[in-house]
């Protein structure tokens, strides 16, 4: 059985060079395919406090930007991290939940599989015995939601107009202070 995932996407377009995309298909293939029955341990920390910033490289627009996101910098984003692990281990050992559990897949299990997946570009830890924290940093990711690189009152107007250049709005996630909880497609169409 071949394995393969989305998770690849979460690694940036030109990271994503042959020999980066034969460790992934490596990594993958690697894993234990009972493992994949039991799913994957996954949080999202709502509304962090660490801040990242964005900088242009050049004036050429097909260059990347340098993007420094300064994941778990402030350490109350790491201990809402490890306690948001610890409600979903949980839930996932509580009676309702059992009927959907694997009895051969501890919590333990789950969450060495998910950091042993290739899900950034990261060093990773064999397991998770090293501590939650090192867990939680060891499988940050993005997912692609990028927000809050072109503020509102600083670089466009409230009506997302570009300052001081005519006839150029903004109409995407960059202008957001705050995500939606969710994929923001659809708030990103309403601004248009």
Same mark, same amino acid.
């Given at each position: ?14 990271? %994503?060079?042959? *020999?980066?995309?034969?460790? @992934? ?5 690697? #894993?234990? &395919? !009972? $493992? ?53 281990? %949980?839930?996932? *050992?509580?009676?309702?939940? @059992? ?5 051969? #897949?501890? &919590? !333990? $299990? ?83």
């Amino acid at each position: 059985m071949k394995l393969q995932t989305g998770q690849l996407a979460t690694v940036p377009p030109k990271q %994503r060079t042959p *020999e980066a995309i034969a460790r @992934a298909v490596a990594a993958m293939e690697a #894993l234990d &395919v !009972g $493992a994949f029955r039991g799913g994957f341990i996954l949080e999202k920390i709502m509304g962090p406090v660490s801040t990242g910033h964005l900088e242009l490289r050049s004036r050429d627009p097909g260059e990347n930007p340098r993007v420094t996101f300064n994941y778990f910098q402030e350490a109350e984003d790491l201990r809402r991290c490890v306690e948001g692990i610890r409600l979903i281990e %949980r839930i996932i *050992e509580s009676k309702p939940f @059992a009927r959907f559990r694997y009895d051969y #897949l501890p &919590v !333990g $299990a789950l969450l060495n599989m998910t950091s042993s997946f290739p899900i950034n570009l990261r060093p990773h830890h064999d397991n998770i015995s090293v501590s939650l924290e090192q867990y939680c940093r060891d499988t940050v990711l993005t997912i692609w939601h990028y927000h809050g690189g072109c503020h509102v009152g600083r670089v466009v107007d409230p009506h997302y107009r570009v300052l001081g250049v005519d006839a150029l709005r903004v109409i995407d996630g960059s202008t957001f202070n705050y995500s939606p909880g969710t994929n923001p497609q659809a708030t990103v169409m309403m601004l248009g």
